[in-house]
């Protein structure tokens, strides 16, 4: 059954950071962001076995599955490659998704973050292409794919091996073109050339790229009033042939509002618009930033409980802006929620599960020079 990029939203909704409220899922706050988009007529919801600790694909069957019919929405999940210890795994993991989500076939479905090494490893070794294809074939997958976070090299290698794939979600925003790690734009060209659907993941690098310098964001309103500074990341990868959806992990009703309006009536850049984007790009990388997209794999095993995606953030404001008291107030109740940049034993679990490849260890001796001797 082949996709009809056509009758894809172009927005999708990722389940990856919903709203909370003393540490659980705000469920009436996700079930209005859900009216609010199934409402605009967007029907994508992403999921994943691990997101918000398992607690994302229940969240799905609260706000959606039981609220709205089975054929007004499309629903994608993944497969954890850290969790397959064992043949029968993949079956106990998927039985569970079902159970979890509270239907009865999956969208779309999607080997978890293929990348070199352990996980494709482990996705051979299990032979997980085929196991999809079966679940094709008894109805309970309509559309096998994967997420990436690998080399140009590996993905070229995976797609020759495995032409049973039918989309594929990578990360792509217009920082992250030319970054030596991410190489988003090599895996966009590839894909593109074979005519693959890309779900787009991290469009606004987990938040990165909803603010710029005030002098961008005086270039963009001066073009676009009305527009937020996010919308202008969101129409960058809108805009590229080929895109099937692009996914955004919205926490809050007024991001889902803001996202509903760019793509209501989508404007593609044009070519002064995109000579924007290019100075966006070139002043941000003339700061150096972390990397991080706030995906938080790393903090599910952190010892000491340490809000990783928060640090860096407040880092990365630090270093945009040394005089930003609201950095340093946010980084204070980071600190009380959980662990400080400083508890950290280096034990090396985070940088093991970190997509980005970050250097986690020294980026928080970095954070606690910064913070801790402020809360000491």
Excluded at 301 to 329: E, H, L
């Amino acid at each position: 059954m082949s996709i009809n990029l056509s009758e894809m939203p172009k927005l999708g909704f990722g389940l990856m950071r919903l709203p909370e409220k003393d540490g659980q899922i705000d469920l009436k706050h996700v079930e209005r962001m859900v009216d609010m988009y199934m409402q605009s007529g967007m029907r994508y919801f992403d999921t994943a076995y691990v997101y918000h600790g398992g607690k994302s694909e229940v969240a799905a069957r609260e706000a959606l599955v039981k609220r709205y019919p089975r054929d007004s929405f499309m629903i994608a999940t993944k497969l954890p490659a850290w969790e397959i210890k064992k043949e029968s795994d993949i079956d106990r993991i998927f039985n569970e998704q079902l159970e979890r989500a509270g239907v009865e076939y999956f969208d779309f479905y999607l080997l978890h973050s293929i990348e070199d090494g352990a996980n494709y490893e482990t996705y051979e070794k299990y032979d997980c292409f085929s196991w999809g294809m079966k679940m094709k074939e008894q109805g309970k997958i309509r559309h096998l794919g994967f997420s990436f976070h690998g080399s140009p090299e590996l993905l070229v290698e995976v797609l020759d091996k495995h032409p049973e794939t039918e989309f594929v979600q990578i990360q792509l925003n217009y920082l992250d073109r030319t970054n030596p790690v991410v190489r988003s734009e090599s895996l966009y060209n590839i894909l593109a050339e074979r005519k693959i659907p890309i779900i787009v993941m991290e469009p606004v690098r987990g938040g990165m790229l909803a603010s710029a310098s005030p002098e961008i964001e005086a270039k963009f309103k001066a073009k676009q009033p009305d527009k937020s500074v996010a919308s202008w990341a969101l129409r960058y990868v809108g805009s590229l042939p080929g895109v099937m959806t692009i996914l955004s992990g919205m926490s809050s009703e007024e991001q889902m509002a803001d996202n509903i309006g760019t793509f209501t009536n989508f404007e593609p850049l044009d070519d002064e618009e995109m000579g924007l984007i290019n100075e966006a790009t070139e002043a941000i990388l003339k700061i150096p930033q972390i990397g991080c997209t706030a995906c938080k794999y790393c903090t599910p095993g952190c010892p000491m409980q340490i809000s990783i995606p928060d640090v860096f953030r407040a880092v990365n404001t630090i270093r945009r802006y040394p005089d930003d008291w609201r950095a340093k107030n946010f980084y204070s109740g980071v600190a009380d929620r959980g662990g400080k940049a400083g508890d950290c034993i280096a034990c090396g679990q985070c940088e093991g599960v970190c997509p980005q490849h970050l250097p986690i260890i020294e980026l928080l001796k970095e954070a606690s020079g910064l913070f801790d001797k402020q809360q000491s």
